[in-house]
């Protein structure tokens, strides 16, 4: 197969080297979006000035840095948020689709079904643990050395 590829002409291998990972790309977005369309479809999209959500993120960090965080959120969701329910958007940051909530069914969904998806440790703990105690909520799933020790 990969002599078959360099029997090709420069221009050929390069138009290969092109266009296959594009291809890719295209492919894996299409099936991205299908399988949102089919879990019912996007949250409003914060949209962005720069290419990879450059913006949002200059922002989001210099509203944490000016301990302002709240304030962002809340013009986060007021401004890009369905003017029926706010709370929750979506935006791509970096190559990645970041989904914001505060919406209390939303968080209620994820505690109730998907809490283990979300790993919690020792900075999560730090932060929260003024808020959040020693509980489940701060400390995650059990750890494998914490059965270990009990077995």
Known sequence: MASMFFNLSWTSQAAICVLLPVAVYVFLLVRSELKIRRLGG????RRTRLPFG?????????YAEADMSLEFWDKNFRQFGNSNNPYTTEVTAGTMRVITTA?????KAILA?????????DHFNKVWHEFLGDSEYSVGPIHDNYTDERN
Do not use: C, M, S, W
């Open 42 to 45: 996007h949250a409003p999209v």
């Open 54 to 62: 450059i913006d949002y993120i200059r922002d989001l960090v210099k």
């Open 103 to 107: 919406d209390p069914e939303n968080i």
């Open 113 to 121: 079904t998907q809490f283990n998806d979300f790993g919690k440790g």
